[in-house]
Structure formats: structure tokens, C-alpha cells
């Protein structure tokens, strides 16, 4: 094999504005990589995988700096190189694929523009030779209309349509080294499949390199041929992936490699007066057309202190129902009933009490939290917004939520999202949700962008709260292991339809629904020859999951 990147004795450092002073960060890690490798790094939230994986083409967010090393990149020392010869490098033989596509599209360009402006810049192709290659590309990563998707905004395409088509940016200029920042996490499974697939297929045809970074284990082992384990900026494990998978040395990957444990089914019995939420016979169109109904004839209940997980592809309608709920999407058809009253079907229009008993927490911290305002802002507002606190009391209760997301108060308080990891953010958001003391809470993908250990945290953590206040969870995931974790009751959903719900024993137990077997079955394994044998069954049966796709 050809050595193509050797990053020796790095160390990486944050400056802390509440000490004013640089912290370490990375502390002395090396990293080798040849060509055509794929290196897995995996650790929790804060590990430094990120901030590691960027540093491979000498880059360090805003605050952070590259103290000492070394990183040869095909012979090349790019630590110390000139501005101007790094930026002949990023993007054309190093590229990088980000956690949030949302956060890092421009929202004033089409996506194919943007696919073609790292090749026409660098002067390796025109924008017709960069347009042809792009539908080639989004055709392998089965996208939805390949032809024509690239001439849509990023607000025009799912959450999962947009992470594909960052990979497929990602991919313009056939770089020799790939980044993969959490490529995958706001994709379905079954989704998540063909994507996996699509990265292992190209980068073993062009040979290309890759760090893949991420905290699920059972995701890499399909893709890494080794693993580095993470925690604190210090390595705690590497070995081969096969390896590491069979006999982890290490007390912190075998934790990792633990998977979360089914909820105990509970007795659901209720009567009418238990329903706090009922959604009757819902339809929706963003466009305000019968006929271009993105929701049809939807129907589902929420008891009080109960768990409904919304399950489906990206694009099926499980964030356009929530945005219906909120009222942020008034329906074309039907009625939203909270405690037994129709709720107005505009936000506007509903009274502060009605906002308050009835939180939502968004899919993507990066755009969900301003990022001018410092975690003490954002946590605050709900507390004086709804119950009028200031001063002591209001400091004492933001003290007080922040260590039930299990963040240091002294530690976090005063940071700005900027300062945060991706699953730092998104306690962040929980914690502002429950500020407001909801008695219902839509809980959309809040575990998308933490690491397995952290989530099952925030699971606990939410079952706790359930528990202890009575709150009630509509809990939208495509997280199959989340599901079985929390739910008591289970709504599958295709296509803006509902095509199964019931008790969650009732769901998960065969025969299923198609879809709901399609669902089942694309749950990762730890097992480094998983996606392969799922791959070759589906082929065997006809079967992929780009049959039941939203376009």
C-alpha cells in the first residue's frame, strides 16, 4: 500500500473565554493513512473526532489552532504551508462531507452550482462536463431525479436528499482523501443503506481514501478497514475493524459496542379522557393544492404520559405532520384536538398557554439555535417568556437544566453554538424545550446527532421526566433501536400516508407491513459483513428501498 497521509504528535487547542486562556483539545494523536484505506473515528460527543479529522488538510474551526505536529499529505508538510498552496489542496484531492447539510448549503443557490463550483474554480472541467458528472453521481447515490434535482434549492429537498447531495459535492473533483463528518445521520435507514453502499462502492472503484467519522459502530463497521477510538482527545483503542469488533481491549469501546435494551411494554389501556393529542383526518400541501398534498388522511392519538414514534423514509411526512401540530403548517383538510379542543390551525393564532403545554425540539441544532445568543440566552427566554422569572430564580433554574442534560453550568452557560459539538447543541435544545415545563413535547430526530452513549442518556433522561411529570413524547425517528428503546406505540408512515400503527408489541412482531419489514430489516449490525449480506438478499428478492421512495 502507498502511504498517502501521516499526521504525527498532533495537538490541537480551544480557546476558553471562561479561563482566557488555549486548552488542549487533541493531545499528541498520529494517524496513518494509505490509499484507498477507510479509517473509522469513533467516540461520544467532544471526543475531538471532528476537530481531528478536519485537521488532516491543516484545518481548525473558529477558536481552535493546530499548536504542533506534523501532516504529510502525499509527501506534502501542509502544517506551516502556505495559505494559497492548502487552498489548491481543499477541495480538489481533500474533501470534506459536514454533519448538517442544512448548515452548510447556501440557501440563494440551486445544488447544482454549488456541486460545480469547487471543479470549474480549480479549472478542471466546465459547467456542462461538471452538470453530466453530477447526475452520474447523484444517480449512484440514488437520489430522486437525478436529472433535475440538481436544479432545486436546498430548501426543496429533504433533510436526507441534502446530506446525498453534499457527498455527491463532495465527490466533484475525485479527490484522494474524503472527510465524512456523521454523513449519515439524517438519513433513514433504509436510506442510510444505499448511501453506505454508494461510499463503499466509489471509493473502493476510485481508490480513494477516507476518514469516517462518527459515533455508531455498527455504521463504520461497514465501511472502515480500522478503527480509532476517541475520548477526551486522547486515543483509547486502534486496531484492525474485524478485530476491534470481535475482542474491544478497552472498558470505553465495549461500552460503545453495548446496545440499548428494549423499553418494558407497559399497560396501555386508556379511555377517551386519556388522549391528549388526536389528529383527525389531516391532509397538507406546502403549495396549497389539493392536488399536491404532501399529507393525506392522517390519523393518530397521543395518550397522556405515552410515547408515539413516527417512523418512516426521509420525505414520508413525519416532520410536515409535526409542522401541521404546531401549527406552523395549517392543514388543508381535518383538525388538530389538544385536550379535547380544536386547536386553531395557525400558530398566530393560538393563546401562550397552548404554545407552552406543547414544545417541539428540531431535527437540526445547527439552524435551530441562534447563533448570536449564549446557551444561558437561549435556555432563559422560555423562563421569562412563560413564567415571568428573572435574576436569582431565573439563573438558579437554568443551573438546574443544564445538569439535567448533563453540562457543566460554570463550563457551558456563557458559550455560544458556535462553541458547542454537534450533540452538545442539541441538549441544548431539549433543555430550552423542557424550560417551558411542556406537557406534551414532539421530539424531532433529538438523538440524530449524539452519540450512543449520550443518547441513551437523553433516552433515560426523557423516560425519567415522562415518569415523574406525566409528559407525553410524539417521537420522530429513523432510528429503528431509538424506537424500540422508547416507544409504547409505533405509527409507520410512506408517502404522506400512515400504512401501520398499533402497539408496539403488535408492530415489531411478524408478519409486517412491506414497508415496515423494509424498515426492520435495514437496523445496522455489528457485523463488518452486514450491509453486504443485506445488499445480496434484497438483490436476490428484487427488493430496494428506492421503491418506496418520496421523489
Given at each position: 500500500?502507498?502511504?498517502?497521509?501521516?499526521?504525527?504528535?498532533i495537538?490541537?487547542?480551544?480557546?476558553?473565554?471562561?479561563?482566557?486562556?488555549?486548552?488542549?483539545?487533541?493531545?499528541?494523536?498520529?494517524?496513518?493513512?494509505?490509499?484507498?484505506?477507510?479509517?473509522?473515528?469513533?467516540?461520544?460527543?467532544?471526543?475531538?473526532?471532528?476537530?481531528?479529522?478536519?485537521?488532516?488538510?491543516?484545518?481548525?474551526?473558529?477558536?481552535?489552532r493546530?499548536?504542533s505536529?506534523s501532516?504529510?499529505?502525499?509527501?506534502?508538510?501542509?502544517?506551516g504551508?502556505p495559505?494559497?498552496?492548502?487552498?489548491?489542496?481543499?477541495?480538489?484531492r481533500?474533501?470534506?462531507?459536514?454533519?448538517?447539510?442544512?448548515?452548510?448549503?447556501?440557501?440563494?443557490?440551486?445544488?447544482?452550482?454549488?456541486?460545480?463550483?469547487?471543479?470549474?474554480?480549480?479549472?478542471?472541467?466546465?459547467?456542462?462536463?461538471?452538470?453530466?458528472?453530477?447526475?452520474?453521481?447523484?444517480?449512484?447515490?440514488?437520489?430522486?431525479?437525478?436529472?433535475?434535482?440538481?436544479y432545486?434549492y436546498?430548501?426543496?429537498?429533504?433533510?436526507?436528499?441534502?446530506q446525498?447531495?453534499m457527498?455527491?459535492?463532495a465527490?466533484?473533483?475525485?479527490?484522494?482523501?474524503?472527510?465524512?463528518?456523521?454523513?449519515?445521520?439524517?438519513l433513514?435507514?433504509?436510506?442510510?443503506?444505499?448511501?453506505?453502499?454508494a461510499?463503499?462502492?466509489?471509493?473502493?472503484?476510485?481508490?480513494?481514501?477516507?476518514?469516517?467519522?462518527?459515533?455508531?459502530?455498527?455504521?463504520?463497521?461497514?465501511?472502515?478497514?480500522?478503527?480509532?477510538?476517541?475520548?477526551?482527545g486522547?486515543?483509547?483503542?486502534?486496531?484492525?475493524a474485524?478485530?476491534?469488533?470481535?475482542?474491544?481491549?478497552?472498558?470505553?469501546?465495549?461500552?460503545?459496542?453495548s446496545v440499548?435494551?428494549?423499553?418494558?411494554?407497559?399497560?396501555?389501556?386508556?379511555?377517551?379522557?386519556?388522549?391528549?393529542?388526536?389528529?383527525?383526518?389531516?391532509?397538507?400541501?406546502?403549495?396549497?393544492k389539493?392536488?399536491?398534498?404532501?399529507?393525506?388522511?392522517?390519523?393518530l392519538?397521543?395518550?397522556?404520559a405515552?410515547?408515539?414514534?413516527?417512523?418512516?423514509?426521509?420525505g414520508?411526512?413525519?416532520?410536515?405532520?409535526?409542522?401541521?401540530?404546531?401549527?406552523?403548517?395549517?392543514?388543508?383538510?381535518?383538525?388538530?384536538?389538544?385536550?379535547g379542543q380544536?386547536?386553531?390551525?395557525?400558530?398566530?393564532?393560538?393563546?401562550?398557554?397552548?404554545?407552552?403545554?406543547?414544545?417541539?425540539?428540531?431535527?437540526?441544532?445547527?439552524t435551530?439555535?441562534?447563533?448570536?445568543?449564549?446557551?444561558r440566552?437561549?435556555i432563559?427566554?422560555?423562563?421569562?417568556?412563560?413564567?415571568?422569572?428573572?435574576?436569582?430564580?431565573?439563573?438558579?433554574?437554568?443551573?438546574?437544566?443544564?445538569?439535567?442534560?448533563?453540562?457543566?453550568?460554570m463550563?457551558?452557560?456563557?458559550?455560544?453554538?458556535?462553541e458547542l459539538?454537534?450533540?452538545?447543541?442539541?441538549?441544548?435544545c431539549?433543555?430550552?424545550?423542557?424550560?417551558?415545563k411542556?406537557?406534551?413535547?414532539?421530539?424531532?430526530e433529538v438523538?440524530?446527532?449524539?452519540?450512543?452513549?449520550?443518547?441513551?442518556?437523553?433516552?433515560?433522561?426523557?423516560?425519567?421526566?415522562?415518569?415523574?411529570?406525566r409528559?407525553?413524547?410524539?417521537?420522530?425517528?429513523?432510528?429503528?433501536?431509538?424506537?424500540?428503546?422508547?416507544?409504547?406505540?409505533?405509527?409507520?408512515m410512506?408517502?404522506?400516508?400512515?400504512v401501520?400503527?398499533?402497539?408496539?408489541?403488535d408492530?415489531?412482531?411478524?408478519?409486517?407491513?412491506?414497508?415496515?419489514?423494509l424498515?426492520?430489516?435495514?437496523?445496522p449490525?455489528?457485523?463488518?459483513?452486514w450491509?453486504?449480506?443485506?445488499?445480496?438478499e434484497?438483490?436476490?428478492?428484487?427488493?430496494?428501498?428506492?421503491?418506496?421512495v418520496?421523489?
Amino acid at each position: 500500500m502507498t502511504r498517502l497521509l501521516e499526521m504525527r504528535k498532533i495537538e490541537i487547542e480551544g480557546f476558553s473565554s471562561e479561563e482566557e486562556k488555549w486548552m488542549p483539545i487533541i493531545k499528541g494523536l498520529d494517524l496513518t493513512l494509505d490509499k484507498g484505506e477507510v479509517l473509522g473515528l469513533i467516540g461520544e460527543s467532544g471526543a475531538g473526532k471532528s476537530t481531528f479529522g478536519l485537521a488532516s488538510m491543516c484545518y481548525t474551526r473558529g477558536g481552535c489552532r493546530i499548536s504542533s505536529g506534523s501532516i504529510l499529505f502525499d509527501g506534502m508538510e501542509l502544517f506551516g504551508a502556505p495559505e494559497e498552496e492548502l487552498r489548491k489542496i481543499r477541495g480538489v484531492r481533500i474533501s470534506y462531507v459536514a454533519q448538517s447539510a442544512a448548515a452548510s448549503f447556501n440557501p440563494a443557490h440551486k445544488l447544482i452550482k454549488q456541486y460545480a463550483e469547487a471543479p470549474i474554480r480549480h479549472g478542471l472541467m466546465n459547467f456542462q462536463k461538471a452538470e453530466e458528472k453530477a447526475v452520474d453521481i447523484y444517480r449512484r447515490l440514488l437520489l430522486p431525479d437525478p436529472e433535475g434535482i440538481g436544479y432545486r434549492y436546498p430548501h426543496q429537498v429533504s433533510g436526507g436528499q441534502l446530506q446525498r447531495a453534499m457527498v455527491a459535492m463532495a465527490m466533484a473533483c475525485t479527490p484522494d482523501l474524503i472527510i465524512f463528518d456523521e454523513p449519515t445521520t439524517a438519513l433513514d435507514v433504509t436510506t442510510q443503506i444505499e448511501v453506505l453502499a454508494a461510499i463503499k462502492k466509489i471509493t473502493r472503484e476510485f481508490n480513494t481514501a477516507a476518514i469516517y467519522i462518527t459515533h455508531d459502530l455498527a455504521v463504520v463497521a461497514q465501511l472502515a478497514d480500522r478503527i480509532m477510538v476517541l475520548r477526551y482527545g486522547d486515543l483509547i483503542e486502534e486496531n484492525d475493524a474485524r478485530e476491534l469488533m470481535a475482542n474491544p481491549k478497552e472498558e470505553y469501546t465495549r461500552a460503545l459496542l453495548s446496545v440499548r435494551t428494549l423499553r418494558e411494554d407497559r399497560d396501555l389501556s386508556a379511555t377517551e379522557h386519556d388522549i391528549v393529542l388526536e389528529v383527525q383526518n389531516v391532509s397538507a400541501s406546502y403549495t396549497g393544492k389539493v392536488s399536491e398534498k404532501v399529507l393525506e388522511d392522517i390519523d393518530l392519538k397521543v395518550r397522556r404520559a405515552r410515547t408515539v414514534a413516527l417512523v418512516g423514509e426521509s420525505g414520508s411526512g413525519k416532520s410536515t405532520l409535526a409542522r401541521v401540530i404546531t401549527g406552523l403548517l395549517p392543514p388543508l383538510e381535518g383538525k388538530v384536538l389538544y385536550g379535547g379542543q380544536e386547536l386553531p390551525p395557525a400558530l398566530k393564532s393560538r393563546k401562550p398557554e397552548t404554545l407552552r403545554i406543547m414544545q417541539m425540539i428540531y431535527q437540526m441544532p445547527d439552524t435551530a439555535l441562534n447563533p448570536r445568543q449564549r446557551v444561558r440566552d437561549v435556555i432563559g427566554r422560555p423562563l421569562t417568556f412563560y413564567f415571568g422569572m428573572k435574576g436569582r430564580e431565573k439563573e438558579d433554574r437554568i443551573k438546574e437544566l443544564l445538569e439535567m442534560i448533563e453540562l457543566k453550568p460554570m463550563k457551558y452557560r456563557d458559550r455560544y453554538p458556535g462553541e458547542l459539538s454537534g450533540g452538545e447543541k442539541q441538549r441544548v435544545c431539549i433543555a430550552r424545550a423542557l424550560a417551558a415545563k411542556p406537557e406534551m413535547i414532539i421530539c424531532d430526530e433529538v438523538t440524530s446527532a449524539l452519540d450512543q452513549l449520550v443518547a441513551e442518556g437523553i433516552l433515560k433522561l426523557l423516560q425519567d421526566l415522562q415518569n415523574e411529570l406525566r409528559v407525553s413524547y410524539l417521537f420522530i425517528t429513523h432510528d429503528l433501536a431509538t424506537v424500540k428503546a422508547i416507544s409504547d406505540e409505533i405509527v409507520v408512515m410512506l408517502k404522506g400516508r400512515i400504512v401501520e400503527q398499533g402497539v408496539k408489541k403488535d408492530i415489531l412482531t411478524p408478519p409486517h407491513h412491506d414497508y415496515t419489514d423494509l424498515l426492520l430489516s435495514s437496523v445496522p449490525e455489528m457485523d463488518p459483513d452486514w450491509l453486504d449480506g443485506v445488499l445480496a438478499e434484497r438483490k436476490r428478492k428484487g427488493l430496494k428501498s428506492a421503491d418506496f421512495v418520496q421523489s
